[in-house]
T-cell receptor
């Protein structure tokens, strides 16, 4: 089944404790992206990747890191999480930037 | 960067009536405009998209129109049904087509 998976789905952590949210797709998509969703603000892009080893900042990259060592995986790293990073995070993938993006199920992160 | 504004933020219609959601964008170089539907607790899913070389696109009860001169695009849903109730997001691709800017969403309620 073609899909985008994210783990974990829910995470409660404390300020400053490094964490990684994994994202994986099995559709051989070149483009992958991370978004955060906050009430009243819609979806905001954090980072995106055009292909392996090619990543770039989105609209709200501060406090986040990404890597794209394999085509199927695009992990999101928060090296020192802060409470303002409490949010719902979505990973998405598509063949190219100008095609339908398939979203993962979301990761709800709470930073205390 | 691109700025996408979406109106209205909430919309209630009677079943069978039409619903229209409007978005404006600021970057005239943007060339791809998708619309996503997000049901409560679910991930966003593409419902229709349009590219800048097309003025209108239709898929059954859903249509999107694009006015490049005025830099706005609209989603039209005809013969609304209760299952159309969801949050709808517009987006614009920006000048490179790789960075995405979403509107803040419209919560549509279809009253039976």
């Amino acid at each position: 089944e073609a899909q985008v998976t994210q783990n974990p789905r829910y995470l409660i952590t404390v300020t400053g404790k490094k964490l990684t949210v994994t994202c994986s797709q099995n559709m051989n998509h070149e483009y992958m992206s991370w978004y955060r969703q906050d009430p009243g603000l819609g979806l905001r892009q954090i980072y995106y990747s055009m292909n392996v080893e090619v990543t770039d900042k989105g609209d709200v990259p501060e406090g986040y890191k990404v890597s794209r060592k394999e085509k199927r995986n695009f992990p999101l790293i928060l090296e020192s999480p802060s409470p303002n990073q409490t949010s719902l995070y979505f990973c998405a993938s598509s063949f190219t930037g100008r095609n339908e993006q398939f979203f993962g199920p979301g990761t709800r992160l709470t930073v205390l | 960067g691109e700025n996408v504004e979406q109106h209205p933020s909430t919309l209630s219609v009677q079943e069978g009536d039409s619903a229209v959601i409007k978005c404006t964008y600021s970057d005239s170089a943007s060339n791809y405009f998708p619309w996503y539907k997000q049901e409560l607790g679910k991930r966003p899913q593409l419902i229709i998209d349009i590219r800048s070389n097309v003025g209108e696109k239709k898929d059954q009860r859903i249509a999107v129109t694009l006015n490049k001169t005025a830099k706005h695009f609209s989603l039209h849903i005809t013969e609304t049904q209760p299952e159309d109730s969801a949050v709808y997001f517009c987006a614009a691709s920006g000048d490179t087509g790789n960075q995405f800017y979403f509107g803040t969403g419209t919560s549509l309620t279809v009253i039976p």
